[in-house]
């Protein structure tokens, strides 16, 4: 056993972590700029660490955009984005249990349940597991109630999709939309696109309608709906299109052709907010740091 594993060192060498979060940044943003701007490295490191994984691999991991598009995962790229999740993920939680052993407390954080399906829940339940040393309360609710549960101090934090942060808020990460229909190509022809939409009062609905509305398509709306999975269910069923948050893509929805005409749009902001009671308790005031870094990081394991 042990032959075989020098063997494969030899001809491929151990992977680097830092190579593997340049593949899913790459994999996740538009263009290499904005994937060196999210680990805060410069571009041409970028494309070095992208560069070095590809000589390794002995192929591409990326083909180029079509028409001003972003870069498309090769088959091999696509295999190695799984693996690289995974790795990612076990490191991660590796070093947050080192860095969880000293950190107490209890911290409140609300969601709109419009995310409900998001991935920043499961992020959640990871860090409850990992920090057993504290308490971790999560709220499902409309974003004004919640904002003004924060303005009142009945949350500690609170985060949300936004186009732009607000005063006060910290960007944990981009998420991009993807327009997406049904793997089975159940959806029947008709002369409107049949469009699923998050219900009134939701930053992705704004987002979403500013980029439609200026576009050539021909679309109706034929579903507003309170939360993502609602709208994943309607578009999995072959009932609409929608636009979708990235991370939650799987084989059951697939994007659309361009020939549709649905316009590209812009990535949105996950932007947590804090209260004012949370800055006058050190306890808590720590505990919401880890809370914010491990959503932040992990979200590198969870790219699509």
Request: glycine share 6%.
């Amino acid at each position: 056993m042990s032959e075989n594993i020098n063997i494969l060192d030899h001809k491929t060498g151990r992977l680097d972590i830092q190579l593997l979060q340049s593949l899913l940044a790459v994999a996740n943003s538009p263009t290499l700029s904005s994937a060196a701007e999210s680990l805060k490295i410069p571009q041409p490191t970028m494309s070095l660490q992208i560069k070095r994984l590809e000589e390794r691999a002995g192929c591409e991991l990326f083909k180029p955009g079509r028409r001003g598009k972003p870069m498309r995962l090769s088959d091999v790229g696509e295999r190695l984005v799984v693996h690289a999740k995974q790795i990612l993920s076990a490191h991660n939680d590796a070093v947050m249990c080192m860095e969880s052993v000293n950190v107490v407390g209890s911290v409140s954080i609300g969601i709109p349940a419009l995310m409900s399906a998001a991935p920043i829940g499961n992020h959640l339940k990871r860090f409850k597991n990992i920090y057993q040393g504290t308490s971790l309360r999560v709220i499902f609710d409309s974003p004004d109630k919640l904002d003004k549960m924060l303005k009142n101090g009945e949350i500690d934090l609170r985060v949300v999709y936004q186009s732009t942060p607000g005063e006060g808020g910290e960007v944990l990460y981009n998420e991009d939309l993807k327009w997406v229909r049904d793997s089975a190509n159940t959806l029947p022809d008709c002369d409107a696109i049949p469009i699923a939409l998050p219900s009134e009062g939701h930053c992705l609905r704004n987002h979403i309608l500013s980029y439609l509305e200026k576009s050539t398509a021909q679309w109706e709306e034929t579903a507003s709906l309170t939360c993502m999975s609602k709208i994943y269910d309607r578009v999995a069923s072959g009932q609409a299109i929608s636009a979708i948050p990235s991370s939650m893509l799987d084989r059951a929805v697939t994007p659309v052709s361009d020939k549709l005409g649905l316009p590209f749009i812009d990535p949105v902001q996950l932007v947590a907010y804090k209260s004012e009671q949370l800055q006058e308790d050190e306890t808590k005031k720590i505990l919401s740091s880890h809370v914010l870094e491990f959503v932040k990081y992990s979200k590198l394991s969870y790219l699509f």
